[in-house]
């Protein structure tokens, strides 16, 4: 039986005639984290965004193949996007935090669905920022603006909003790579907690945290220009491997 929580199935990506990523079949486990590493331009942010149809908010990339969730397809004219979005939410490289309070920015997903009656939104809002290890640095100016935090506490502030609505799966592009090193250790240790409970895929350009946080990655290439799918295992595996073609190149100028 297939236990994978995402599935590819020749999913590529161009735009105009331009090909982008060469059709990627690929099972990626519930549990655990999963990488996805690789060189920059090989179009790693652009296969993340087809895991949330996040791509299709992008004019001009045409998408082909399919993608399952628990074996059910995401590119089907009954899907409901919002609803997929939440239940598989994503973290930027640079945070996205809006022009509103803390509290208002942890429970924007939730105020924007009304499935949460409002008097539960504190507790909620408390929980998600305790997931988020953020609450004891905002306990006492939750109506302050969230821009008002440092880069790393926003970073936070985004894994608290996308905490809230209790994603299954969520997608995380670089979200270190703004942040200085105390707060990426924040991070690394929060995916760390957060996958015991919820399925991560994390691009990521650090080599060092992905042999910490990654149980397993797929490097994605570049060949003839195009992103391709050139490997996936473990991180030793892969290293073992000496027939991945870029891979090496790739180890030694990360
Ligand atoms: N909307 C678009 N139209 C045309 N080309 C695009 C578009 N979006 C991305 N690309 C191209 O697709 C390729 C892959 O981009 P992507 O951002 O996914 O790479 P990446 O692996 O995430 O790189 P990095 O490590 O630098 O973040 C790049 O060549 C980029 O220029
Ligand atoms: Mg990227």
Same mark, same amino acid.
């Given at each position: 039986?297939?236990?994978?929580?995402?599935?590819?199935? @020749?999913?590529?990506?161009?735009?105009?005639?331009?090909?982008? !990523?060469?059709?990627?079949?690929?099972? *990626?486990?519930?549990?655990?984290?999963?990488? *996805?590493?690789?060189?920059?331009?090989?179009?790693?942010?652009?296969?993340?965004?087809?895991? @949330?149809?996040?791509?299709?908010?992008?004019?001009?990339?045409?998408?082909?193949? /399919?993608?399952?969730?628990?074996?059910?397809?995401?590119?089907?004219?009954?899907?409901?996007?919002?609803? +997929?979005?939440?239940?598989?939410?994503?973290?930027?490289? /640079?945070?996205?935090?809006?022009?509103?309070?803390?509290?208002?920015?942890?429970?924007?997903?939730?105020?924007?669905?009304?499935? *949460?009656?409002?008097?539960?939104?504190?507790?909620?809002?408390?929980?998600?920022?305790?997931?988020?290890? =953020?609450?004891?640095?905002?306990?006492?100016?939750?109506?302050?603006?969230?821009?008002? +935090?440092?880069?790393?506490?926003? /970073?936070?502030?985004? =894994?608290?909003?996308?905490?809230?609505?209790?994603?299954? *799966?969520?997608?995380?592009?670089?979200?270190?790579?703004? +942040?200085?090193?105390?707060?990426?250790?924040?991070?690394?240790? !929060?995916?760390?907690? !957060?996958?015991?409970?919820?399925?991560?895929? !994390?691009?990521?350009? @650090?080599?060092?945290?992905?042999?910490?946080?990654?149980?397993?990655?797929?490097?994605?290439?570049? /060949?003839?220009?195009?992103?391709?799918? =050139?490997?996936?295992?473990? +991180?030793?595996?892969?290293?073992?491997?000496? @027939?991945?073609?870029?891979?090496?190149?790739?180890?030694?100028?990360?």
């Amino acid at each position: 039986m297939d236990k994978s929580v995402l599935r590819t199935e @020749n999913l590529s990506v161009s735009a105009g005639k331009k090909s982008i !990523l060469n059709p990627v079949s690929l099972k *990626i486990p519930g549990d655990g984290v999963f990488g *996805i590493i690789g060189p920059s331009g090989a179009g790693k942010s652009t296969f993340l965004k087809t895991l @949330n149809r996040l791509c299709e908010l992008t004019p001009g990339l045409q998408i082909n193949g /399919q993608v399952f969730h628990r074996g059910v397809p995401l590119y089907h004219h009954g899907v409901d996007v919002d609803a +997929l979005r939440k239940r598989v939410s994503m973290i930027f490289q /640079q945070p996205v935090v809006f022009p509103t309070s803390i509290f208002a920015n942890v429970i924007f997903g939730v105020r924007h669905t009304e499935t *949460i009656p409002k008097k539960d939104w504190p507790d909620l809002a408390e929980r998600a920022l305790r997931q988020a290890a =953020l609450w004891e640095e905002v306990k006492d100016r939750l109506k302050k603006p969230g821009k008002e +935090l440092s880069i790393g506490q926003q /970073q936070r502030l985004c =894994l608290a909003r996308s905490l809230a609505t209790d994603p299954e *799966i969520i997608l995380m592009d670089e979200p270190t790579s703004a +942040l200085d090193p105390g707060s990426t250790e924040a991070i690394e240790s !929060l995916i760390h907690q !957060l996958k015991k409970q919820q399925s991560i895929i !994390l691009v990521t350009h @650090n080599m060092r945290q992905a042999d910490k946080v990654c149980d397993l990655v797929a490097f994605i290439g570049l /060949q003839d220009g195009t992103g391709t799918l =050139l490997a996936s295992g473990s +991180l030793d595996e892969l290293r073992s491997r000496n @027939n991945i073609p870029g891979f090496e190149d790739y180890l030694c100028c990360e």
